[in-house]
């Protein structure tokens, strides 16, 4: 079956990096995307990988291993209004994104 | 990037009631949308498929008697609840793209309480 997994929630302090990872399993793949969600929002787009390496653009930076089914989104110098869900999507070989339950990515001052 | 506008933000509704909620893409054509229902703290769920000038298709689970979509144009997306019923609150989110393009616009979201 299609599966996406990151972990729940993270925690992170003001002006620190956080790396929020990803799996995913599904069949055929076409990208992957990350997307942000403040509450009670709709997601916002942020990246998206399909060629395996680091995409950066500003302070958030998004890597893809294909062979591994693996991504991460890099967030430096965290800012409060960072505080939101982040979500990975996977593009299967029908074009249909398949949603991860995303990670709630709280920041301290 | 492109522009999807969802309406109405949010919506109360009395049980049995139907409720009706747009999704438009502003500044380009979009043959397909896609209707997302989210529930609290968890991921999208698609729901269905809606597809210009053809019917709609559905995922699973879902009861396309219950959640009429109409794609009558290439700018406009309908989803009615019908017959609504308190478990059907939730957040209902159209996106267009996110099929051959590289990324999916989406709409506001709709936050729908069914009293």
């Known amino acids: 079956g299609q599966n996406i997994d990151q972990p729940t929630e993270m925690t992170a302090t003001e002006g620190a990096i956080v790396q929020i990872n990803c799996t995913y399993q599904?069949?055929?793949?076409?990208?992957l995307f990350w997307y942000q969600q403040h509450a009670g929002e709709a997601p916002t787009f942020l990246s998206y990988?399909?060629l395996d390496g680091l995409e950066e653009k500003g302070r958030f930076s998004s890597f893809l291993s294909r062979s591994k089914g693996y991504s991460y989104l890099l967030l430096k110098e965290l800012q409060m209004k960072d505080s939101a869900s982040y979500l990975c999507?996977?593009?299967?070989?029908?074009?249909?994104?398949?949603w991860g339950a995303g990670t709630k990515l709280i920041i301290k001052p | 990037g492109a522009v999807v506008s969802q309406h109405p933000s949010w919506v109360i509704c009395k049980s049995g009631t139907s409720v009706k909620i747009e999704c438009r893409s502003l500044?380009?054509?979009?043959?397909?949308m896609f209707w997302y229902r989210q529930f609290p703290k968890q991921s999208l769920m698609l729901m269905a498929t809606?597809?210009?000038?053809?019917?709609?298709?559905?995922e699973q689970g879902v009861e396309k008697d219950k959640f009429l979509i109409n794609h009558a144009s290439l700018t406009l997306s309908t989803l009615t609840v019908t017959s609504a019923h308190p478990e059907d609150s939730s957040f209902y989110i159209c996106?267009?793209?996110?099929?051959?393009?590289?990324?999916?616009?989406f709409g506001q979201g709709t936050r729908l309480t069914v009293v």
């Open positions: 996106s267009a793209g996110g099929g051959r393009t590289t990324e999916a616009f």
């Open positions: 500044d380009f054509q979009a043959t397909t």
């Open positions: 809606s597809n210009e000038g053809s019917k709609a298709t559905y």
């Open positions: 599904t069949s055929g793949f076409n990208g």
């Open positions: 990988n399909v």
């Open positions: 999507a996977a593009m299967d070989s029908n074009y249909q994104l398949i």
